[in-house]
């Protein structure tokens, strides 16, 4: 079956990093992606990995390792607008995206 | 970036009528669109995906006579809510992709109440 696991809450303080992990079973694997989501508004792009390793895009790295079915995000530097809801996706070997139940992140001051 | 928009952003209606939510492409044509259902507190839920011109393919538990979509145009796909009940109350998010590349587009969600 498909299963991607990820924390249901995370609590960081402003100006610290976070990891957020997620971990997966999938039919197939071409790619993981992560989406950031504000309450009543719809996910926004922040990553994709296809092959093992980080990728860094600003304040923002996602890290993949396919044989451990494994990746996380970290975010550096929080900032209060972080405050959101991180969601982990994977796309299986039919091409449909596969979210997890979403992390959500509080950053306090 | 590629530009997908979603109408009306909110809706309330009584038990009973059905509810028709678009999903546009603005800046570029999608091959394939998407409709997610999402629960308070919940993730992402496929519903169906949507190729331009040809039926929709709907998930496991998905009733295709219920959630009606139409996907008429490279640019705009619809999903009318049959008969809707209190329990089709959810946040309803469509996406866009662009031939076979991997990015999928997120229109902004339509809020649906029931009654």
């Known amino acids: 079956g498909q299963n991607i696991d990820q924390p249901t809450e995370m609590t960081a303080t402003e100006g610290a990093i976070v990891q957020i992990n997620c971990t997966y079973q999938?039919?197939?694997?071409?790619?993981l992606f992560w989406y950031q989501q504000h309450a009543g508004e719809a996910p926004t792009f922040l990553s994709y990995?296809?092959?093992?390793g980080l990728e860094e895009k600003g304040r923002f790295s996602s890290f993949l390792s396919r044989s451990k079915g494994y990746s996380y995000l970290l975010l550096k530097e929080l900032q209060m607008k972080d405050s959101a809801s991180y969601l982990c996706a994977v796309k299986d070997q039919g091409g449909k995206l596969i979210f997890g139940q979403g992390t959500e992140l509080s950053v306090k001051p | 970036g590629a530009v997908v928009s979603q109408h009306p952003s909110w809706v309330i209606c009584k038990s009973g009528t059905s509810v028709k939510i678009e999903c546009r492409s603005l800046d570029f044509q999608a091959t394939t669109m998407f409709w997610y259902r999402q629960f308070p507190k919940q993730s992402l839920m496929l519903m169906a995906t949507s190729n331009e011109g040809s039926k929709a393919t709907y998930e496991q538990g998905v009733e295709k006579d219920k959630f009606l979509i139409n996907h008429a145009s490279l640019t705009l796909s619809t999903l009318t809510v049959t008969s809707a009940h209190p329990e089709d109350s959810s946040f309803y998010i469509c996406s866009a992709r662009v031939g076979g590349f991997n990015e999928q587009f997120f229109g902004p969600g339509t809020r649906l109440t029931v009654l």
């Open positions: 999938t039919s197939g694997f071409n790619g």
């Open positions: 990995n296809v092959l093992d």
